[in-house]
């Protein structure tokens, strides 16, 4: 892949999947220059953008940056699960919850299955003080499959939440 985007020098696509690629190796310094790389050649690079807000939040970055690049994926893919998510979980750590509701929604939406979407939206639910709605999203969460991180969390938060 270093090979072809060698080649092709102004070429999105190969600096977002070698990027793909690196994230999955868990060289996240590496991923974020080469998704930099892939926005440097087109700042609408959504893909590109999306992953490297995602990035940016999980490492406690730079929430207004995140925001930027998250509301550029959007603009390309709006209707992208994975797209409303980051950008509801940034709205939600820069503490603007009920912001970031209707896009957590939509991701579940669109992919009722993915765990980690659904604990996004319980921790939300929660902080909008909707405990019934957060209980059941947190409760799906835990049968959806999450992360060791996440599923600790979701425990946590649920066995915070009021029994009525």
């Known amino acids: 892949f270093d090979q072809v985007a060698a080649r092709q020098r102004n070429a999105v696509a190969p600096e977002t999947l070698i990027g793909l690629l690196l994230e999955g190796q868990g060289k996240r310094e590496a991923a974020k220059a080469r998704y930099r790389r892939a926005l440097d050649i087109d700042p609408h690079a959504a893909v590109a953008a999306n992953n490297l807000a995602w990035i940016y939040v999980e490492e406690g970055g730079n929430l207004d940056l995140a925001l930027q690049l998250a509301q550029t994926a959007k603009a390309q893919l709006p209707n992208r699960p994975e797209v409303n998510d980051t950008l509801g979980w ?11 509701l209707p896009f957590l ?5 669109q992919a009722p299955s993915n765990g980690s979407y659904r604990y996004h939206l319980g921790v939300v639910y929660a902080a909008t003080s909707q405990a019934a709605q957060a209980k059941t ?22 066995a915070t939440l009021p029994t009525s």
């Open 105 to 109: 929604q939509d991701a579940v939406q």
């Open 137 to 158: 999203a947190l409760t799906r969460a835990l049968t959806s499959g999450l992360s060791p991180a996440e599923e600790r969390d979701a425990k946590q938060l649920l």
């Open 90 to 100: 940034i709205y939600q750590k820069k503490g603007l919850s009920t912001t970031a």
